[in-house]
């Protein structure tokens, strides 16, 4: 079993960047497929970006694709989530999601087993 903290969430301007960070701790996050996923304020949940289980293949939503880059780093057991040209619409709490039977990645919440609390990000205008 893994455990998840986000961070680095925090009040930006639009245009600004962040680098979100997914720390992972009890199982390396290269035997899971990892996605970070957001939530807004009375609306669901939705798939931001995945990385396979082999660090190969990455994915995005349509809304942050060119903005947003998925990476991790397996010497610090860390995924990152590097988001660039924030607009106001991507405020939201973030959360990093692990699976234990994707090898690919999934759009769909229902497929990751382990989540973290969330990081909260806010973009004003």
């Known amino acids: 079993q893994v455990q998840l903290v986000e961070s680095g969430g925090g009040l930006v301007q639009a245009g600004d960047s962040l680098r979100l960070s997914c720390a992972a701790s009890?199982?390396?996050?290269?035997?899971?497929?990892m996605g970070w996923f957001r939530q807004a304020p009375g609306k669901e949940r939705e798939f931001v970006a995945a990385i396979s289980m082999s660090g190969t293949n990455t994915y995005y939503a349509r809304s942050v694709k060119g903005r947003f880059t998925i990476s991790r780093d397996i010497a610090k057991n860390t995924v990152y989530l590097q988001m660039n040209s924030l607009q106001p619409e991507d405020t939201a709490v973030y959360y990093c999601?692990?699976?234990?039977?994707?090898?690919?990645?999934?759009?769909?919440?229902?497929?990751?087993?382990?989540w973290g609390q969330g990081t909260r990000v806010t973009v004003s205008s």
């Open positions: 009890g199982r390396t996050v290269s035997t899971y497929a």
């Open positions: 999601a692990a699976s234990r039977l994707l090898s690919d990645y999934s759009t769909a919440y229902g497929n990751y087993d382990y």
